[in-house]
């Protein structure tokens, strides 16, 4: 065997030697960390907190980073307190509620970098701010008219739907815009001649004055009928003078 052969055997078997050892790294378990993420972000006060008996984790939406963080947040709060749930439950819940991107900003977190759900929810918050949907003003809610062909009832419902966007309502504020906004002028006299005390009165009179359009607005279209009813009649009594 010349050396050039020599040094392609030599070759080709090192080649052998490499493709065998692709072949045995595809079927072998690919190396992987399989600690548990979970939890590792809490404290060990946290972590090791005994779920209360009966204990059920709620049903709620998996929050993936892209809609409002703020309205995740405030629906795990209030399902998670309905059932008395303590600060750490509350912590250990919270990542069960997340998927996608969301999940991984978690796992990613410092170790043992959590003590209490404030600092959890607070983390969340800052690094989902820009999936935060903006909520109306109270100068938004301010700037709301009565439209001239605009029923009080019709305004009364687009004016709720807005406050409800507004976060933390004042009630004096909400107050103040209702009453300022309403264009109808049987009512607006009425409002400043007789101040409500609060919302409930407020409402109420506005109410009371829904009802009195509706029974004007059915006198008005009955009036023409009883008009040529009482013709009709008048008609019929005029025929039977004649007859007479």
């Known amino acids: 065997m010349t050396k050039v052969e020599q040094a392609l055997n030599e ?11 692709v072949i045995q790294g595809k ?9 548990f993420t979970t939890d590792l972000a809490f404290t060990d006060e946290v972590r090791f907190e005994p779920l209360p ?6 049903t709620i939406e998996q929050y993936a980073g892209t809609t409002d963080l703020e309205d995740h947040l405030e629906a795990f709060k209030s399902l998670l307190f309905f ?10 819940a919270f990542p069960s509620t997340l998927k996608g991107a969301a999940r991984q900003w978690f796992s990613r977190l410092p170790p043992r970098s959590l003590s209490n759900f404030t600092d959890l929810g607070r983390a969340f918050l800052a690094h989902f701010m820009s999936s935060r949907v903006h909520k109306k003003t109270a100068a938004n809610l301010l700037a709301i008219k009565q439209h001239p062909d605009e029923s009080i009832r019709g305004f009364l419902t687009r004016f709720n739907k807005e406050a409800l966007e ?18 109808d002028v049987e009512l607006k006299k009425s409002l400043i001649m007789d101040e409500p005390g609060d919302m409930y009165e407020l409402f109420s009179r506005c109410e009371k004055y829904i009802n009195l359009a509706k029974v004007l607005a059915t006198e008005k279209e009955d009036k023409p009928e009883k008009k040529a009813q009482e013709k009709k ?5 005029e025929a039977g003078s004649k007859r007479s």
């Open 233 to 237: 009649d008048e008609s019929v009594r």
């Open 27 to 35: 079927n072998q378990a690919p190396d992987h960390n399989f600690h």
């Open 11 to 21: 070759k080709v078997l090192e080649l052998q030697d490499q493709i065998q050892e």
């Open 53 to 58: 008996k009966g204990f059920k984790m709620p």
């Open 83 to 92: 059932q008395g749930a303590s600060d750490a439950i509350m912590c250990r």
């Open 166 to 183: 507004v976060r933390n309502l004042d009630q004096m504020v909400k107050f103040q815009a209702l009453r300022s906004c309403i264009r």
